[in-house]
């Protein structure tokens, strides 16, 4: 991958539109099993490795 980071921190921010996220750390030492997220609010922080959800938009896939 040639993704650039100007700093590697344990606070990456990933804008999803959808309530229900999942997350594995991805590779490297913040992989972690894979779980299921779901985003209460505006955003929800994976527990295991700190990555912050964003929800953009209204969560489409939810009824009001
Ligand atoms: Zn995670």
């Given at each position: ?40 609010g505006e955003q929800v922080a994976c527990?295991?490795?700190s990555r912050i959800f964003i929800l953009d938009g209204e969560g489409a896939d939810?009824?009001?």
């Amino acid at each position: 991958m040639s993704v650039q980071t100007d700093s590697i921190n344990h606070s990456e921010i990933i804008h999803v539109t959808t309530r229900s996220v999942s997350c594995d750390g991805g590779v490297g030492p913040l992989g972690h099993p894979k779980v299921y997220l779901r985003i209460p609010g505006e955003q929800v922080a994976c527990p295991y490795c700190s990555r912050i959800f964003i929800l953009d938009g209204e969560g489409a896939d939810e009824s009001h």
